[in-house]
C-alpha cells in the first residue's frame, strides 16, 4: 500500500501562484508514477499533470505553461507549481500514484484532496 499526502491548497487571487506537494509513504517500490487530478463541483475528475521515476512528464492542454510537475525522488515527493491561476483552476486537486507501463500509465493509490480556489 501507498499512503498520499498533499499540502498546500488554499485561496489565490487571479494571476497569483501556489505550490502543491505530496509525500508518497508505504511501498514506494510499487509505484514509478506520480501524478495530479482535479476535480470541479458537477464536473469529472480529470488529469492535470503526470511525471514518472525518470522524470518524463506530461500536461493537460488547459494548463501547459501555467504550472509545472516536478519531484523529489529521495524524498518521496511530488510537487505542482501553479503560476498564473485562473478562477477556472478552482478544483479540489488530488495527489495520485501507480505504475507507467510502455505508454500507459495506471493510478491507483489517492491523496484526499487539497481545495484550491481562484477568487478575487
Known amino acids: 500500500q501507498v499512503q498520499l499526502v498533499e499540502s498546500g491548497g488554499g485561496l489565490v487571487q487571479p494571476g497569483g501562484s501556489l505550490r502543491l506537494s505530496c509525500a508518497a509513504s508505504g511501498t514506494i517500490n510499487s509505484i514509478n508514477a506520480m501524478g495530479w487530478y482535479r476535480q470541479a463541483p458537477g464536473k469529472q475528475r480529470e488529469l492535470v499533470a503526470g511525471?514518472?521515476?525518470?522524470?518524463?512528464?506530461n500536461y493537460a492542454h488547459f494548463v501547459k505553461g501555467r504550472f509545472t510537475i516536478s519531484r523529489d525522488n529521495a524524498k518521496n515527493t511530488v510537487y505542482l507549481q501553479m503560476n498564473s491561476l485562473k478562477p477556472e483552476d478552482t478544483a479540489v486537486y488530488y495527489c495520485s500514484a501507480g505504475r507507467t507501463t510502455g505508454r500507459s500509465t495506471t493510478y491507483t493509490y489517492w491523496g484526499q484532496g487539497t481545495q484550491v480556489t481562484v477568487s478575487s
Open positions: 511525471i514518472t521515476s525518470s522524470g518524463n512528464t
